[in-house]
């Protein structure tokens, strides 16, 4: 029988790599971080510059995950989820914490303040939520 596959995603500050990091510790399943894996292989298709940040090549991340995935035991990192196939993951988390507390995180980390308004404006949250996790396919 095949491992499961765990999608942790929200928000960055929520508890992800933490959570992920314990998981992996106490069941021995593998843990990748998004964030580490695109550094590592320059996963990049340019970058933001009114974000300060490098953008994501999201087809190159899952021909990376792809092999990984299909032996399966493998916890995803990521503050979305939208580009993943859906074949991938038995389970999906998304974590939340209040919002006070992931302010006080994110401003700890360096966020600008231009990032972290558009991280906590309605349309952010509205974006963030848009596709109902676990997709009906995987119910």
């Known amino acids: 029988m ?11 500050g929520v ?6 990091k314990e998981l992996a510790l106490r069941t021995g ?3 990748v971080n998004v964030g ?3 550094q590592e292989g ?14 994501l090549d999201e087809d190159r991340v ?4 792809e092999n990984k995935m ?15 196939p859906e074949r991938w993951f038995h389970i999906v988390f998304v974590l939340q914490t209040d919002n006070s507390v992931l302010y006080t995180r994110l401003e700890k980390r360096g966020y600008s303040v231009k990032k972290l308004q558009a991280m906590f404006s309605v349309k952010f949250s ?7 996790w676990p997709p009906t396919s995987l119910k």
């Open 36 to 38: 580490d894996l695109a």
């Open 62 to 65: 899952v021909d990376e995950l």
């Open 42 to 55: 320059q996963l990049y298709d340019g970058f933001d510059e009114e974000y300060k940040c490098p953008i």
């Open 15 to 20: 508890g992800k790599t933490t959570l992920g």
């Open 2 to 12: 095949r491992l499961p596959n765990i999608l942790l995603t929200g928000t960055p």
């Open 126 to 132: 509205k974006f963030f939520m848009k596709k109902p």
């Open 29 to 31: 399943l593998k843990y």
């Open 70 to 84: 299909k032996e399966g035991g493998v916890i995803v990192d990521y503050h979305g989820c939208d580009f993943f």
